[in-house]
């Protein structure tokens, strides 16, 4: 857990937070996820119950330290309902955020519930989550990602060529290849191991575009000479930063002509999830390409069918006609 939690936490938020991480194995990221929200939670806790005046100080400078567990036992279901409607009145918190933060919330309350017992109840258990609207992931089109492959031209083009390749063939998150090391390759199997969520392991296979871009990769990452374990370093051969790889799927996307689409690394991965999807690759085999845990995330790509009749019926050069009007 990351130095500033401590410093910012009462001991029982630091200790489901170090629950998340040594116990769960949750990742960094999900943890710092977990504070955040709950950091808003305690805040507010700190505001309904008059301890500090939200006219008299800005909400990002209450502390949260000093927050007594008191507070949280006698929190009940109706306040819960008080908080829903102050992040989306005060904070301004759509369903998607407020359902976040209420996931947060019960997962919280039910470990101090039935793993340190700290509550003799949970008062939240029965409360429901906002409803989400569902909306269909973005995704290049065909044409797009060809064209986004055949413009990288980089100072490194044969590493950013094998990245975005992988990106579009593999389905991959980014965290997943940021972490993918040279042992995690193997060409004679044609196979890449990949740890996802929770370091999940799982192996998934390399096509022949991703085995021709590793073939053109490799021996120009030998030249470097480095000793480096990670599949993908930098000049400095430190291996690359999530960050530092959206940059360079940044900088391919301007140099296609595609800024305009709003493509990210994570869409990258949808689009790769789309075309398998679209070229008859069944749910069940997608999900474990994509590391999913619930077959009704993947099932996401089943509705794309549907979005893509509409636009083809939309695009029909005689949609715009419209009827004469009778004298």
Known sequence: MKKEYKNDCPKY?????????VIENRAERTVEAYYIDLRV??????????????EKIEFENITIADVPFELIKKFTLMDAYSYLSWLSEERDNQALARSRKVSALKHFYDYLHNKVMLLESNPIET??????????PKYLSLSDAQKLLMSVETKHSER??????????CGMRLSELCGLNITDINLDNKTIRLFGKGRKERIVALN?????????????????GTTCNALFFSAKKNRLSKRRI???VEECINKAGLSNTGVTTHKLRHTAATLMYQNGVDTLVLKEVLGHESLATTEIYTHLNNENIHQAIESNPLAEIK???KK
């Open 160 to 169: 950013d060529y094998c990245i975005i390749t992988l990106f579009l063939n």
């Open 246 to 248: 959206q940059a360079i």
């Open 41 to 54: 939670f305690l805040r507010f806790l700190k505001i309904n119950n008059n301890i500090v005046d939200p």
């Open 127 to 136: 409360l429901e989550q906002p409803h989400k609207g569902k909306s269909l």
């Open 208 to 224: 022949d575009a991703c085995i021709a871009a590793l073939k053109e990769y490799l021996p120009y990452r030998d030249t470097t």
């Open 323 to 325: 009827p004469p009007h």
């Open 13 to 21: 938020l630091s200790d489901f937070l170090t629950h998340l991480s």
